[in-house]
């Protein structure tokens, strides 16, 4: 059984910085993609960052573009999103995700699509005071 457990949501002011962090388990985490999404009160659940299987594609949504860098430890079997710059509006849960195609590198696209991931963490809160 996947597991995905978010960490590292917190209340920060604008400008400043937050890494999450998502330990996975059940399964072989290296052989697999993972993203993090957001959503916001009242929102749609907006792709932010997810990384390839091999660690060798990264992809942004496009407000996150050089502000949010996307990272895995596979010894940790763990993902990261290091987060820069934030601003009011990256106010959301966030949410770890895994998808089930072992050792697929799909175009960007594919990392983009809510419905690639059929795996899912509880969500961590962050909120970007002004």
């Known amino acids: 059984q996947v597991q995905l457990v978010e960490s590292g949501g917190a209340l920060v002011q604008a400008g400043g910085s937050l890494r999450l962090s998502c330990a996975a388990s059940?399964?072989?985490?290296?052989?697999?993609?993972m993203g993090w999404f957001r959503q916001a009160p009242g929102k749609e659940r907006e792709f932010v960052a997810a990384?390839?299987?091999?660690?060798?594609?990264?992809v942004y949504g496009d407000s996150m573009e050089g502000r949010f860098t996307i990272s895995r430890d596979n010894a940790k079997s763990t993902v990261y999103l290091q987060m820069n710059s934030l601003k009011p509006e990256d106010t959301a849960v966030y949410y770890c995700?895994?998808?089930?195609?072992?050792?697929?590198?799909?175009?960007?696209?594919?990392?983009?699509?809510?419905?690639?991931?059929?795996?899912w963490g509880q969500g961590t809160q962050v909120t970007v005071s002004s």
């Open positions: 990384i390839s299987w091999s660690g060798s594609k990264t």
């Open positions: 995700t895994t998808d089930a195609n072992r050792f697929y590198s799909g175009s960007d696209y594919y990392y983009t699509q809510t419905t690639t991931y059929p795996y």
């Open positions: 059940g399964r072989t985490f290296s052989n697999y993609a």
